[in-house]
């Protein structure tokens, strides 16, 4: 069965840092496009960074940019987001997607995503 799986997620204070992970099972995520996005409460799910298959990485949203990172590996079922400098306003519930439809790579958020993980809850507060 092939599914995604998030973990990492939990509670920090503000100011401090979460590596949240997406593994596969199933398959490898080598030429697949990958996006994060969050969900707040009462929010509509947006979303967050996007990794090409070859690595390159793009914002979607601005308010993470210099403060998030998306890398892949050294598993070839893995791909982490890095989050540094946590704000309240960063709480939401974290997911993983998989793409094939923008050939390996990162398009608008709104792109085809063929599976998505079930998320990770991250929580920032004092």
């Known amino acids: 069965q092939l599914q995604l799986v998030e973990s990492g997620g939990g509670l920090v204070q503000p100011g401090g840092s979460l590596r949240l992970s997406c593994v596969a099972s199933?398959?490898?995520?080598?030429?697949?496009?990958i996006g994060w996005f969050r969900q707040a409460p009462g929010k509509e799910r947006e979303g967050v960074l996007c990794?090409?298959?070859?690595?390159?990485?793009?914002d979607y949203a601005d308010s993470v940019k210099g403060r998030f990172t998306v890398s892949r590996g050294p598993a070839k079922n893995t791909v982490h987001l890095q989050m540094n400098s946590l704000k309240p306003e960063d709480t939401a519930v974290y997911y993983c997607?998989?793409?094939?439809?923008?050939?390996?790579?990162?398009?608008?958020?709104?792109?085809?995503?063929?599976?998505w993980g079930q998320g990770t809850q991250v929580t920032v507060s004092s």
């Open positions: 990794i090409s298959s070859n690595g390159g990485s793009t």
């Open positions: 997607a998989s793409s094939t439809y923008g050939g390996g790579y990162c398009q608008d958020s709104d792109m085809k995503w063929d599976y």
């Open positions: 199933g398959f490898t995520l080598d030429y697949y496009t």
